[in-house]
């Protein structure tokens, strides 16, 4: 079993960064595909990032390319989220997800294909 703890939200003016942090437990985390989702209130909640559980692969939403970057630290059972360039419309509570076993060419925006998933932590970017 494996249980989530997503750190590093707050409030950022836009322009601005952060860096998420999600701790995992459990010696199998390594063997885990990794993801970052977020949800707005009154929204759904949405794909941001995933990274393959040796870290050779990574995946993003097109609206935060080339401003977010995500990697992972098997040794240290962790996965961080860099968010650079913050926008308004970042705004969301942000949650990370683990996968045992991706499947299909498109495994890493699916939510419901996560097995496990972390309570979220609030990131406003707001002046």
């Known amino acids: 079993q494996v249980q989530l703890a997503e750190s590093g939200g707050g409030l950022v003016q836009p322009g601005g960064s952060l860096r998420l942090s999600c701790a995992a437990s459990g010696r199998t985390f390594s063997s885990y595909a990794m993801g970052w989702f977020r949800q707005a209130p009154g929204k759904e909640r949405e794909f941001v990032a995933a990274i393959t559980w040796s870290g050779g692969g990574t995946y993003y939403a097109d609206s935060v390319k080339g401003r977010f970057t995500i990697s992972r630290d098997n040794a240290k059972n962790t996965v961080y989220l860099q968010m650079n360039e913050l926008k308004p419309e970042d705004t969301a509570v942000y949650y990370c997800?683990?996968?045992?076993?991706?499947?299909?060419?498109?495994?890493?925006?699916?939510?419901?294909?996560?097995?496990?998933w972390g309570q979220g932590t609030q990131v406003t970017v707001s002046s």
């Open positions: 997800a683990a996968d045992r076993m991706p499947q299909g060419s498109r495994w890493y925006d699916m939510a419901d294909g996560y097995d496990y």
